[in-house]
């Protein structure tokens, strides 16, 4: 019974919705909020019902177009020749443009997406100039000129001509992220081609051509709302003048299945339009008939037995941003061009006679409309009802934290619906997801969320927003445990927020006073082991937390409270320290101490106490109460307190050069090492064999390492230490550890090389390995050569000859812990050039058997060629190794040119063979 009950209210519910739209029409797009046209006239919809404008400079029989911003501030307006801005001047560069004063739909403003600041004005020639004079057209015109006002800077630029006066416009309706305009135009050649281009930032695409099956001549085109359709009237060759609907593809720019629905008998003047939902068409015939045909039927046929008649005596239809079609009127005298009044369908997506026709709905105030009204792209009046309504992502909210609450509307079966973000929904496909929230921080958090509500033609877009306050955390409740029955005003109380209240709770005594703040005093009653204090804190939000709740024993015999204060105290901060218990109202309060001295507060609830030296030493205390009928005692248990000597080390694992970096140094250390140090730790460098530390910088004891940079560690030894203070307060330093510095020299002729360092200072020197690491030429990596103890600091070797240039550095390895220091680094250079002998013997007695070049294999990229006395080339080898015995060629005297690529150089001489 419930359910049904609820689906009979749901749908008198969504009915009458449906009908408040109607009536109370809400569109994002204001676009199209500002018309000229006709003899001067001009209407506003920035209110409701629409006002007449009569500052207008429209003066045409036919085709003009306006254009505003987003918000309905009008931008420029232009018909026949001229643009004019919105200070209703003509435009910069606004005249001379190739429209006409009579074409139909002449005329069409379309935005350049992407741009926001510049539009394209499409126009056409007249029927009476057969589309060859101007043909259809575009200008530019950009409004960061001239101050805001505009300017025209491209004019009259052809796309193809002749065309017809029928243009029409749709970009992607409602939030669709389509990024192009769609401009539809015909070819008055007979042959009912219809040109659609593409308009985006990067301008204008070439044309998609279809052709309208049949239609010899185009008199009127018009695209749908929801850009997914496209009306036309024109001749047809076999079927007469027809009215006609085709299917439009967004993508591609096509028009496909054709689809004749209705006839017109005038020559001139038919027109057609779309309810704003496209569901329904309607047609007008030379000022005198208005049909309605309705498109959701399955076939042509359908849709042309569909026809009813709305409305009479009106023009071309133009849908406007309130949901709602007007027209030009015919109601003046016969042959008279000028008409003062505009009449309107009010309730155009309904069918038949509820679509609301009215004569007189709007006076122009004198002004005179001919035959059309504007031409506006059509996606700026998209309207589906059930979208509106069942598409909205309702009204913002705000809760507490950890609260839930639902977003959204009731769901429709024909809409899918996509939320943005995802976190904290219950879902991100559904109507109406559950919102579920955790606010940690203390202040309110604002969430944003995007619906997109689609159905088979178009999207809409709605956000909500959602304030989530935060809830006061459970704060902790401080005063008396166990008190003596009949005891009165005891002190109970939480932490002190600002703009929080405070909600008490007492069982067994009662409220003296401070309901509401964070303090309250209690009258307690007879015995009770189960009484109880609590309290809820809110905040300013009005959120509460959870109830913080005290066990109260309520006896003779007290349970005194073990004495809060610290049990772990440095040395040097052992005097004066304060212990203390929850004061209870007329107790009295008796302290015992062992190792130490009270200085003050004997009696009270808290005393000073200075301890004599380390060790561990102990307080109690004893507390009376006496009240009206009653005298209670307790013992407090004994808190034990240790005093003790803070013995924390800093220690420095090493200090090392960068091996990528020479003028960095790193000086590490063990965070755990670091336990009883605060932050921060000071790194202190000073160079050695000076006497002034500089700091390096500070870090925290976590960080374990600190880089310090540009120094000059291939001519300096540096010291470090590191310096913090311990838990108690008191200073600590590390040990001194010294970097190595490291220097050498070459010997060129001898091709020695002699290395020298400094000790690493910091570890047990005598345990210290030195290693000696080498990389050659452009090696990219060291290699170990060699390895000796502490009391060795130098190294010498003759093998200068194994590269051009050798790198060097010393790494220090402490005898524990696995630390390493590394040295700068010794850059020591050798000359070479390769020797090339004049005698070789290739006789197989293994002595001189080939062609041997000293220091070969320095120049591995080379070029080796021999020439005989002709000048005939013998022998050719890149990259030669010195193994060439001659080739059994006789003996003589031979040419040799050896390139070495390193040296960019060519060695040219000769050689003889001898056998």
């Not at 996606?379 to 609450?405: I, Q």
Request: hydrophobic share 35%; glycine share 8%; with cysteine.
């Amino acid at each position: 019974m419930n359910d049904g009950k609820y689906v009979k209210i749901s749908k008198v519910f969504r009915l009458l919705m449906i009908s408040l739209l109607h009536l109370y029409p809400s569109y994002a797009q204001k676009e199209a909020n500002t018309w000229y046209f006709g003899s001067k006239a001009g209407i506003s919809f920035d209110t409701n019902p629409p006002q007449a404008l009569t500052n207008g400079q429209v003066s045409v029989y036919a085709g003009s177009s306006a254009i505003s911003d987003k918000d309905g501030n009008l931008l420029f307006y232009a018909a026949d020749d001229t643009v004019w801005n919105k200070n209703h001047q003509v435009m910069a560069n606004g005249t001379g443009i190739m429209g006409h004063w009579s074409a139909y739909q002449g005329i069409v403003i379309v935005p350049r997406l992407g741009n926001g600041q510049q539009y394209y004005l499409f126009t056409s020639d007249a029927y009476e100039n057969y589309g060859n004079r101007n043909g259809v057209r575009y200008s530019l015109i950009d409004m960061s000129r001239q101050g805001g006002l505009g300017e025209v800077v491209e004019k009259n630029k052809l796309l193809f001509a002749p065309g017809g006066e029928n243009l029409t416009a749709t970009g992607s309706c409602g939030c669709s992220k389509n990024d192009y305009f769609w401009v539809i135009a015909d070819k008055q050649d007979g042959s009912g081609s219809v040109y659609a281009y593409a308009v985006s930032n990067g301008g204008i695409s070439n044309p998609t051509l279809s052709l309208l099956p049949g239609i010899k001549e185009i008199m009127y085109l018009k695209l749908s709302p929801a850009g997914n359709r496209l009306a036309f009237a024109g001749t047809h060759q076999s079927k007469g003048q027809v009215f006609g609907i085709a299917d439009f593809d967004a993508l591609t720019g096509h028009i496909s299945r054709t689809q004749f629905i209705g006839t017109y008998m005038g020559r001139f003047f038919p027109a057609a339009e779309f309810s704003p939902d496209g569901r329904l068409l309607y047609t007008t015939d030379e000022g005198e008939l208005l049909y309605q045909y309705n498109l959701t039927l399955p076939d042509e046929a359908s849709i042309a037995d569909s026809r009813i008649r709305v409305g009479e005596n009106v023009y071309a239809p133009q849908l406007a941003p309130d949901g709602k079609i007007y027209f030009p009127q015919n109601t003046t005298a016969p042959n008279s061009t000028i008409r003062n009044y505009l009449s309107v369908l009010d309730f155009p997506n309904k069918v038949g006679t509820a679509s609301g026709f009215r004569k007189d709905a709007v006076y122009l105030a004198g002004r005179g409309v001919s035959v059309v009204l504007p031409n506006f792209p059509g996606n700026y009046f998209y309207r589906n009802d059930t979208l509106e309504l069942y598409g909205s992502a309702g009204p913002d909210k705000t809760l507490c934290s950890g609260e839930t609450v639902t977003l959204g509307a009731e769901p429709d079966e024909s809409i899918h619906y996509q939320w943005e973000p995802a976190a904290h929904l219950s879902s991100t496909t559904i109507a109406n997801p559950v919102f579920s929230y955790i606010n940690q921080s203390q202040e309110p958090d604002t969430l944003t969320y995007l619906l997109k509500a689609s159905n088979a033609l178009c999207s809409r877009c709605d956000t909500v927003q959602v304030i989530v306050y935060p809830r006061p955390a459970p704060l902790p409740l401080t005063g008396s445990r166990s008190v003596c029955p009949g005891v009165e005003v005891v002190e109970y109380e939480v932490e002190k927020i600002p703009g929080y209240s405070y909600q008490w709770e007492v069982e067994g005594g009662q409220i003296a006073s401070g309901q509401g703040t964070h303090i309250i005093t209690v009258n307690w009653g007879p015995t009770n082991p189960a009484a109880s204090v609590s309290v809820v804190p809110l905040n300013s939000y009005g959120c509460r937390c959870d109830k913080s709740r005290l066990p109260i024993y309520i006896q003779v015999a007290l349970q005194t409270e073990t004495p809060q204060g610290p049990d772990s105290i440095c040395v040097n901060t052992r005097e004066n320290i304060r212990y203390r218990i929850s004061r209870t109202t007329g107790s009295l309060y008796t302290w015992g101490i062992s190792g130490g001295v009270i200085t003050s507060g004997q009696g009270s609830h808290q005393v000073n106490v200075s301890w004599h030296d380390t060790g561990l030493h102990k307080v109690w205390l004893q507390e009376k109460s006496i009240t009206v009928d009653t005298i209670c005692f307790g013992n407090s248990d004994t808190l034990s307190v240790r005093v003790f000597k803070d013995t924390t080390a800093v220690t420095i694992n090493s200090v090392s050069t960068v091996i990528d970096k020479d003028t960095d140094i790193i000086v590490s250390w063990d965070a755990n090492k670091f336990i009883r140090v605060s932050n921060p730790v000071s790194v202190y460098r000073r160079t050695y064999g000076t006497d002034s530390w500089v700091k390096a910088g500070e870090v925290t004891a976590a960080e374990q390492v600190f880089r310090d940079k540009g120094l000059l560690t291939d001519e300096q030894r540096y010291e470090y230490k590191l310096a913090a203070m311990n838990l108690c307060g008191e200073p600590v330093e590390s040990p001194v550890h010294t970097t190595i510095l490291l220097e050498g020299q070459a010997e060129d002729e001898k091709k020695e090389l002699y290395l020298q360092w400094t000790t690493y200072v910091g570890w047990q020197e005598e345990n210290i390995r030195y290693e000696v690491w080498r990389r050659l030429d452009e090696e990219t990596t060291y290699t170990k050569i060699d390895a000796y103890h502490s009391t060795i600091g130098t190294y010498k070797t003759e093998a200068g000859s194994e590269g051009f240039v050798h790198h060097y550095r010393i790494k220090a390895v402490a005898p524990s812990g696995g630390y390493v220091s590394w040295s700068n680094e010794v850059d020591l250079e050798f000359t070479y050039e390769p020797y090339v002998p004049n005698v070789f013997t290739p006789n197989g007695d293994g002595a001189n058997d080939t062609f041997e070049i000293t220091y070969l294999e320095l120049f591995n990229n080379n070029q080796l060629a021999v020439y005989n006395r002709w000048g005939t080339q013998v022998y050719d080898q890149s990259n030669y190794t010195g193994d060439w015995n001659g080739n059994n060629l006789p003996a003589g005297m031979y040419y040799y040119s050896f390139y070495a690529a390193r040296l960019q150089k060519t060695y040219k001489g000769w050689i003889q063979i001898l056998r």
